[in-house]
């Protein structure tokens, strides 16, 4: 597996990480929950749950090319390959089911989550493509 495909593995993984922190562990903080999320004090505990469980989704690729890139480096180089590929697909996917809620609004105006939607999207991405190319 080649350095670019693992660095940008790596950072799609810290990307992922850091919104598993944000929306599972600190979202009760308003800096998070009315900074990054824009989601009003008055909407955190209806919504908790909510953050909760897509924390937990993002913390499962992040572990799983965190997984990959191991094996990668420790003699299983399919395997590993293997996940890394499947798990940063996953993550890219959910970088364009998050620009397509952008484009239509929902929640925040039009426009408002393009930073979150490129950091999703573009570091699994190109993890893809340097696998792919070698």
């Not at 810290?14 to 909407?43: C, I, N, Y």
């Not at 897509?54 to 890139?69: D, E, F, H, Q």
């Not at 993550?91 to 609004?105: N, Q, T, W, Y």
């Amino acid at each position: 597996m080649n350095v670019v495909a693992q660095v940008a593995a790596g950072v799609a993984v810290a990307v992922h990480l850091l919104a598993f922190a944000w929306e599972t562990l600190l979202f009760r903080r308003p800096g998070v929950h009315r900074d990054v999320f824009k989601v009003p004090s008055e909407d955190v505990e209806p919504v908790r749950m909510w953050a909760f469980n897509v924390g937990i989704y993002n913390l499962l690729p992040a572990s799983g090319t965190v997984i990959g890139l191991i094996a990668a480096n420790t003699g299983e180089e399919t395997i590993g390959r293997a996940l890394v590929l499947y798990t940063c697909w996953f993550m890219a996917l959910a970088g364009v089911g998050l620009g397509v809620s952008d484009r239509l609004a929902m929640s925040r105006p039009k426009g408002a989550g393009v930073v979150g939607t490129i950091a999703q999207l573009v570091p699994p991405l190109v993890a893809i493509i340097a696998l792919t190319l070698t």
